[in-house]
């Protein structure tokens, strides 16, 4: 851990921000989660390239957004800075992209800094809030970005963690509703229906180890695409991570068990 993150009392249960940076090779977690990250790992050997194909997935659908004119981003549940943040993909391909983070874990906000290194003609701030908040999300956000254009709305590897009693299709629709038309969701989520055994087994760790804090559900396809009702689907659709416009060098992998999608708010 990093020293703003040691000098916090060490959690009793894992949190999904620290999980995954242990699935993406990096320091700022605890024990807690690595064991969490472990074992899950070991239930479903897919974890850990699974998470590195949805970096990657974030990144192409935020390079094609760019090139589609979309200026400002809107990330939330950004989690720990890794390589590759939304901002800097933005804004090596537009200099004056806007990028609001969004995250409700205090050591997210040890790391805000990292995140707030805008290039000299974009820029970034960071909002401590739940993704179930979404009036303080949009409140915040439109301090930096004006909602009256075009966001990219990021909701990467996060709804998992909003049970289907909360209703994480209304927290979608609340927060797209907001925004101007030519937005577009960029989603990415857990499958149930690929490699369902493992699946389930990796999540029942998890949440085990989570104790309730964040605990994660996976959805089928079906549920995945229920989050762009009303919304253009872009091709190729609903598809796992390495399907999204692969790149030249991209190699499909249909056992990744992580459904993914971009869709246009007409």
Not at 12 to 30: E, I, S, T
Not at 92 to 113: C, G, K, M, Q
Not at 163 to 190: F, Q, Y
């Amino acid at each position: 851990m990093n020293d703003d993150a040691q000098s916090t009392p060490h959690p009793a249960n894992a949190h999904p921000a620290r999980v995954y940076n242990v699935w993406l090779g990096g320091k700022d977690h605890y024990q807690v989660d690595q064991e969490a990250a472990r074992l899950a790992a070991r239930a479903n050997p897919t974890i850990v390239p699974s998470v590195r194909a949805n970096r990657a997935f974030l990144g192409r659908a935020v390079r094609h957004l760019a090139a589609a004119g979309i200026r400002q981003f809107l990330d939330v549940g950004t989690g720990i800075p890794a390589a590759d943040n939304t901002h800097e993909v933005a804004q090596r391909a537009v200099p004056e992209a806007r990028v609001v983070y969004v995250d409700n874990d205090p050591i997210v906000l040890s790391h805000a800094r990292a995140l707030l290194v805008s290039g000299p003609d974009g820029q970034t701030a960071y909002v401590q809030a739940d993704a179930r908040d979404v009036d303080t999300i949009l409140e915040a956000a439109s301090r930096t970005l004006d909602l009256d254009e075009p966001v990219g709305l990021m909701l990467v590897a996060i709804l998992q963690y909003i049970k289907d009693s909360e209703d994480p299709w209304d927290i979608t629709r609340r927060l797209l509703d907001r925004l101007a038309p030519g937005s577009c969701l960029v989603l990415s989520h857990p499958a149930v229906d690929v490699t369902a055994p493992e699946v389930a087994e990796s999540m029942r760790i998890y949440n085990e180890r989570a104790a309730g804090h964040a605990s994660a559900t996976p959805r089928t396809r079906e549920e995945v695409e229920r989050f762009c009702e009303g919304l253009e689907i872009l091709e190729p659709g609903v598809v796992t991570l390495t399907r999204w416009r692969p790149g030249p060098t991209d190699v499909p992998d249909d056992t990744l068990p992580m459904w993914c999608v971009v869709a246009r708010k007409p």
